[in-house]
Nanobody, 126 residues
Framework: QVQLVESGGGSVQAGGSLRLSCVASGYAKSSFLLGWFRRAPGKEREAVAAIYTSSGGTFYADSVKGRFTISRDNAKNILYLQMNSLKPEDTAMYYC???????????????????WGQGTQVTVSS
């Protein structure tokens, strides 16, 4: 049973924009926390942005603040990541993740998330 499906990745030149989408189904629709992570080749997976569904509070990694915006369409159960002013260092596989309950940690910690999408590739060329 597929719960999170990402789309919207692609190749873009530096300075360009992309919008990632993540459609939630099943248990993922009632998540407590939704986030975007990324993994670049040879690097650890890192948290990019997150949104708490009840409060609407958003959080961002320092590396993307001011350039990326996370948002959610509650009616359609879609999570978005608007990425502007893209840089080559943003190149990575991007994953959508859902936290079904509060695990007592922070938005950027993997263990807060219980469901993961399959990922969508973003490539930024200089």
């Amino acid at each position: 049973q597929v719960q999170l499906v990402e789309s919207g990745g692609g190749s873009v030149q530096a300075g360009g924009s992309l919008r990632l989408s993540c459609v939630a189904s099943g248990y993922a629709k009632s998540s407590f926390l939704l986030g975007w992570f990324r993994r670049a080749p040879g690097k650890e997976r890192e948290a990019v942005a997150a949104i708490y569904t009840s409060s609407g509070g958003t959080f961002y990694a320092d590396s993307v603040k001011g350039r990326f915006t996370i948002s959610r369409d509650n009616a359609k159960n879609i999570l978005y990541l608007q990425m502007n002013s893209l840089k080559p260092e943003d190149t990575a596989m991007y994953y959508c993740a859902a936290g079904l309950y509060d695990d007592g940690g922070y938005w950027y910690e993997d263990h807060e998330y219980h469901l993961w999408g399959q990922g969508t590739q973003v490539t930024v060329s200089s």
